[in-house]
Nanobody, 127 residues
Framework: QVQMRESGGGLARPGGSLRLSCTAPADNFDNAMAWFRQAPGKEREGVACISKEGVDIEYGDSVKGRFTISRDNAAATLYLQMNSLKPDDTAMYYC?????????????????????WGQGTEVTVSS
């Protein structure tokens, strides 16, 4: 069982920025990773995925051009830089460890692809 922990959430104004982090035990930080989010009353949505080596990256359509996913394998840390925030970005954000080493376009956005999840960090975008 992989233990994940997210941090960095909070309140931001529209157009502002936040940076989320996710840590995991270093020995288990060796697969593709992803960020998901879930707003109240809505289904969980894939935000971004990054492969084991950080080469292959996928983004959900709603965040392309605004969010950047990255990872530091030596530090066993996953990041999500969120810029140009919108009220629709308000959600609980979760990090997850994939069963795959790559972000396959057919399934990176499926919850069933992932074997471990963090508890989430809340992001609120409001004036």
């Amino acid at each position: 069982q992989v233990q994940m922990r997210e941090s960095g959430g909070g309140l931001a104004r529209p157009g502002g920025s936040l940076r989320l982090s996710c840590t995991a035990p270093a020995d288990n930080f060796d697969n593709a990773m992803a960020w998901f989010r879930q707003a109240p009353g809505k289904e969980r949505e894939g935000v971004a995925c990054i492969s084991k080596e950080g080469v292959d990256i996928e983004y959900g359509d709603s965040v392309k051009g605004r969010f950047t996913i990255s990872r530091d394998n030596a530090a066993a840390t996953l990041y999500l830089q969120m810029n140009s925030l919108k009220p629709d970005d308000t959600a609980m954000y979760y990090c997850a460890t994939s069963r795959d080493g790559l972000c396959y376009r057919s399934r990176w956005w499926k919850e069933s692809t992932y074997q471990a999840w963090g508890q989430g960090t809340e992001v609120t975008v409001s004036s």
